[in-house]
C-alpha cells in the first residue's frame, strides 16, 4: 500500500509511505528537516506500523501541536 500524505502545520509539503503486510517498507519526506526526516525515515523502516503510531504520535515541534513525526504518525493510521 503507497499513502501520499499532505501534511499540516509542519514545513514537509509531502510524507510518501510504503507498507506492506502492516510493516514500513520505506518513508520519504519533500521539504522539512532534511537530517531529521531522513533520521525518522531510517528508523521506522522495518517497523509495525502500530509501533510507529505509538512512538511518534502527540510529538510538538516549537509549539506548533504537531511535528513531522506526529503527521507521520497521521498518515500511518490511513494504513490500519
Given at each position: 500500500?503507497?499513502?501520499?500524505?499532505?501534511?499540516?502545520?509542519?514545513?514537509?509539503?509531502?510524507?510518501?509511505?510504503?507498507?506492506?503486510?502492516?510493516?514500513?517498507?520505506?518513508?520519504?519526506?519533500?521539504?522539512?528537516?532534511?537530517?531529521?526526516?531522513?533520521?525518522?525515515?531510517?528508523?521506522?523502516?522495518?517497523?509495525?506500523?502500530?509501533?510507529?503510531?505509538?512512538?511518534?504520535?502527540?510529538?510538538?515541534c516549537?509549539g506548533?501541536?504537531?511535528?513531522?513525526?506526529?503527521?507521520?504518525?497521521?498518515a500511518?493510521?490511513?494504513?490500519?
Amino acid at each position: 500500500m503507497t499513502i501520499n500524505y499532505t501534511p499540516r502545520g509542519v514545513c514537509s509539503r509531502q510524507i510518501n509511505i510504503e507498507v506492506n503486510n502492516g510493516i514500513i517498507e520505506s518513508v520519504a519526506f519533500m521539504g522539512g528537516c532534511n537530517g531529521n526526516t531522513q533520521g525518522i525515515s531510517s528508523l521506522v523502516r522495518g517497523m509495525k506500523v502500530e509501533d510507529a503510531i505509538a512512538r511518534l504520535e502527540g510529538i510538538n515541534c516549537n509549539g506548533r501541536g504537531t511535528s513531522c513525526p506526529d503527521q507521520l504518525a497521521k498518515a500511518l493510521k490511513q494504513a490500519l
